[in-house]
């Protein structure tokens, strides 16, 4: 089957890194995506890894490894208003019209 | 500008009542979808539709029927409504079947309550 694994919460200090890590299981794999969502909001695009390494934008980074199938989205410099809800997410094995979301990651940022 | 915007934003309504969700993009792209987003956040994807033609039913009961008019635009109308029916409904576009980058540009999300 596909499948992504998330951490459910993590809670981390203002100005801290939090790293969210996804593992995941498809027989067939493009590449890795992000999100992120605040309560009441929409889900928003946030980065997209579809080799091994780091890519980085801003104060927000995503690492995948293909061999682990693992990734994981690194915060630097948390803010008040990075506290969201985070999601892994790849396109389906049997077709590329289906994005496939992992369960999330709720992040709690405390001053 | 609103790049995908679904109205209404909240619906509450009967068991058994009928309702339709209305969407539309002004991004130019070819795809898109409806996801529902449960109680515990949990998104699944429902219907996308690629220029109008169904392309993804994901195992949707046929209470659920989106229709397509053009590009821009995917409706979703639910019929017999049922408690677990209760979620927030996105819907959601991309340029080229998600293209390579998984980069879905959502809605503001669609409240449904049914009592």
């Known amino acids: 089957g596909q499948s992504l694994e998330q951490p459910s919460e993590v809670t981390a200090v203002e100005g801290a890194i939090v790293q969210i890590n996804c593992t995941y299981q498809?027989?067939?794999?493009?590449?890795l995506s992000w999100y992120q969502q605040h309560d009441g909001g929409a889900p928003t695009f946030l980065s997209y890894?579809?080799?091994?390494g780091l890519e980085e934008t801003g104060r927000f980074s995503s690492f995948l490894s293909r061999s682990d199938s693992y990734g994981y989205l690194l915060l630097q410099e948390l803010q008040m208003k990075d506290s969201a809800s985070y999601f892994c997410?790849?396109?389906?094995?049997?077709?590329?019209?289906?994005?496939?979301f992992g369960s999330g990651t709720r992040l709690l940022v405390r001053p | 500008d609103t790049a995908v915007s679904q109205t209404p934003k909240y619906l509450v309504t009967q068991m058994g009542n009928d309702k339709s969700i209305k969407c539309e993009q002004n991004?130019?792209?070819?795809?898109m979808y409806w996801y529902k987003q449960d109680s515990k956040k949990f998104l699944k994807i429902m219907f996308s539709?690629?220029?109008?033609?169904?392309?993804i039913n994901e195992t949707v009961p046929n209470r659920f029927s989106p229709k397509s008019p053009d590009k821009a635009h995917l409706n979703l109308h639910i019929n017999s409504l049922e408690l677990g029916d209760s979620a927030v409904y996105f819907c959601?576009?991309?340029?080229?079947?998600?293209?390579?980058?998984?980069?879905?540009?959502f809605g503001e999300g669609s409240r449904l309550t049914v009592l």
């Open positions: 959601a576009s991309s340029q080229v079947a998600s293209g390579n980058t998984g980069e879905l540009f």
């Open positions: 498809t027989s067939g794999f493009y590449g």
């Open positions: 890894n579809a080799l091994d």
């Open positions: 997410a790849f396109l389906g094995v049997d077709s590329s019209y289906k994005l496939i």
């Open positions: 991004l130019g792209h070819d795809t």
């Open positions: 539709y690629n220029n109008k033609e169904l392309i």
